[in-house]
């Protein structure tokens, strides 16, 4: 029998180019966090989560290879219960792909190579990377969810590909920089695909800088109608989002219903996070988003960042 919901934490992290160690044990305290104090099944990270983006040529380095391979160890090894979806840079032989995995219970249940390689103004992935040709889509508790890497979203074919393997959601794992109007045009994107496809989207992105780029968050949901359930602020800094009691207020929608702390519905899109003293943030804001027939996503956003990043000078491999 499927399972009837599926608790899914966002992880909006800051995440520093070349700290493979450190990002490592960043993914293991979210986990652990996510799992423990929200109860997530799941915890959804951003692209090359463990490398940072963009790594560029640190890529062809073997020490960073090696980095890579202990980096996966660690989060293997994490004290987590839930699942994790993980950005990371696949090596295979000569072969490098933009890759995410699902790991849970310290195996690897999944991987996805991105097929969708941006060369264009900021990006130049195909110098680094091999496209990958196949669909994701891997059964979790109940659940057939198909995985993407951010331009893998903004082309129709991965997504189309995901579906026809089964596909009864997507998780879409970003490291999308910030530019005049992004917002507007993500969510565009997006919703082309949900429009085609009536699947709903978890889309998470990245926080920080790195040199000339800044990550500024805003990661969504979107349900199987196209409708904006939830987009993150844009945050500098952030804690773990903690569980509140909750008043619950329905949208009866085909594929919606939401569950909410505060606030009206309609004003969840706009409304900015909001700090304690100690930085902490002061609000929780869980959603459940309907996949079919009855069974539904719970999602819990949360974001840790840094206001000042400061990008260690990376180990050159012999």
């Not at 690897?108 to 669909?135: I, M």
């Not at 196209?226 to 987009?231: I, K, M, V």
């Not at 840790?304 to 012999?318: D, E, R």
């Amino acid at each position: 029998m499927a399972a009837n919901r599926l608790r899914i934490a966002l992880g909006q992290l800051n995440l520093l180019v070349g700290d493979v160690a450190g990002n490592a044990r960043r993914i293991a305290s979210a986990a652990e966090r996510a799992c423990g104090e929200l109860g997530s099944d799941l915890l959804v990270l951003p692209e090359l989560t463990l490398s940072g983006y963009p790594p560029e040529d640190l890529l062809f380095h073997r020490g960073f290879r090696v980095a890579i391979e202990k980096g996966m160890e660690t989060v293997r090894a994490a004290k987590a219960s839930c699942g994790i979806v993980l950005g990371f840079p696949e090596y295979a032989g000569s072969q490098i792909f933009n890759a995410a995995a699902l790991v849970e219970n310290g195996t690897l249940r999944a991987t996805h190579r991105k097929s969708c390689l941006p060369n264009y103004k900021v990006f130049d992935e195909k110098r680094y990377f091999k496209a990958g040709a196949q669909p994701t889509v891997v059964e979790f508790r109940g659940f057939r969810i198909g995985i993407l890497v951010c331009e893998d979203i903004w082309e129709p074919e991965p997504a189309q590909l995901a579906r026809s393997a089964g596909a009864e959601m997507f998780v879409v794992l970003n490291a999308s920089p910030f530019e005049i109007r992004k917002q507007a045009n993500r969510e565009d994107i997006v919703r082309r695909c949900v429009n085609e496809l009536k699947l709903p989207v978890v889309y998470v992105n990245m926080l920080g800088g790195q040199d000339e780029l800044v990550f500024d968050g805003n990661s969504f949901v979107m349900d199987g109608n196209g409708a904006l359930n939830y987009t993150a602020a844009w945050v500098v800094r952030a804690a773990l989002e903690r569980a509140a009691s909750l008043d619950r207020e329905r949208i009866r929608q085909a594929f919606t219903e939401i569950e909410i702390p505060f606030g009206d519905p309609r004003n969840l899109r706009h409304h900015a996070i909001r700090f304690g003293p100690d930085g902490q943030n002061v609000h929780a804001r869980p959603l459940v988003v309907q996949i079919v027939g009855g069974r539904v996503c719970t999602v819990w956003p949360f974001a840790v960042g840094s206001a000042a990043p400061v990008f260690p000078a990376p180990s050159h491999g012999a």
